[in-house]
């Protein structure tokens, strides 16, 4: 059964401190990866993509990991705002089918205080 | 940022009332989706439609039905509402693209959050 969990399910953080979440899936066959960023009330907004041979994808203060091997992501923030105070979703996508069938996890709620 | 919309934003209705979400996509993007999503739960896919005249049920079973007559637009439609349809409702649209990286992006909108009453 192609699943996608996410650990912590809630983390709490003062700003200006870094945080990792994680991501373990057993989707396949894998396509690719995305982290997305939802804040309440809106829709996701995606931050990284990351495809099987990519093990790393940066953007801004986000860096996310992916170990194909293991079927492990990990999402790191640094220097967090608190702005960043959102649900954050591991997102996998299989090959397999033309739909391109996305699979999601529940989402690290992620709350920076000042 | 992604030029996809959601009306309304919010909507409180009584039990037994048909309502229809609007979905618009200026895009051009051929595949459009409906997703279900309860607070701290994951999404769930309960329409998706590869383009126009091209509609298919979703993981999730739902009472709702939609339509897609034209490109841009991809409403749902509950023709009796129940205080179990309360949730969000997302829809979102993706084009393959030519790179790997691009294939199934999906551009979300921003939510549409139903109360029945």
């Known amino acids: 059964k192609n699943q996608v969990e996410q650990s912590p399910q809630s983390l709490i953080i003062l700003e200006g401190k870094n945080c990792t979440l994680q991501?373990?899936?057993?989707?396949?066959?894998?396509?690719?990866l995305r982290w997305y960023k939802q804040d309440t009330g809106r829709g996701p907004v995606s931050l990284t993509i990351?495809?099987?041979?990519?093990n790393t994808k940066s953007n801004g203060r986000y860096t996310a990991t992916l170990d194909a091997d293991t079927k492990q992501s990990s999402l790191h923030i640094t220097a967090s705002q608190l702005s960043d105070s959102a649900s954050y979703i591991c997102?996998?996508?299989?090959?397999?089918?033309?739909?391109?069938?996305?699979?999601f996890g529940r989402g690290t709620q992620l709350t920076v205080w000042p | 940022e992604a030029d996809i919309y959601q009306t309304p934003r919010y909507l409180v209705i009584g039990t037994g009332k048909k309502i229809t979400l609007e979905c618009s996509q200026t895009m051009g993007h051929d595949k459009m989706y409906w997703y279900q999503q309860d607070p701290g739960m994951e999404l769930h896919l309960i329409h998706y439609s590869y383009g126009v005249n091209s509609t298919e049920k979703g993981d999730l079973s739902s009472e709702s039905t939609v339509s897609r007559i034209r490109t841009e637009h991809f409403p749902l439609t509950l023709e009796s509402a129940r205080p179990s349809h309360t949730s969000q409702y997302l829809c979102?649209?993706?084009?393959?693209?030519?790179?790997?990286?691009?294939?199934?992006?999906?551009?979300f909108g921003p939510g549409t959050r139903l109360t029945v009453l």
């Open positions: 990351m495809t099987f041979s990519e």
């Open positions: 979102a649209s993706s084009d393959p693209g030519l790179a790997e990286s691009s294939y199934n992006e999906q551009f």
């Open positions: 997102v996998v996508s299989d090959r397999g089918s033309t739909l391109g069938r996305l699979y």
């Open positions: 991501c373990n899936y057993t989707v396949s066959p894998f396509s690719n």
